[in-house]
């Protein structure tokens, strides 16, 4: 009778390991996606905006010959 308790116990425990890596790996991995988002914005922000390189007049009129 002893040993049933004791396996049920160590059943348990087992378990409740499991779900606590389980948590831990989601909450670790968040982090790490939180950070790398984080670093991602920063370097989106650091880039510079294209100029045109041509003036900003040419192409809003079409000349048509006949």
Known sequence: MDTDI????VSYINMKQ????GA????ILR?????NTAQAQQLLNTLTKPTPSIPLHVGNHVDRFI
């Open 31 to 35: 982090k790490v996606m939180d950070q």
């Open 18 to 21: 499991e779900n606590l890596q």
């Open 24 to 27: 831990i790996q989601t909450s």
């Open 6 to 9: 004791n396996a049920i116990a």
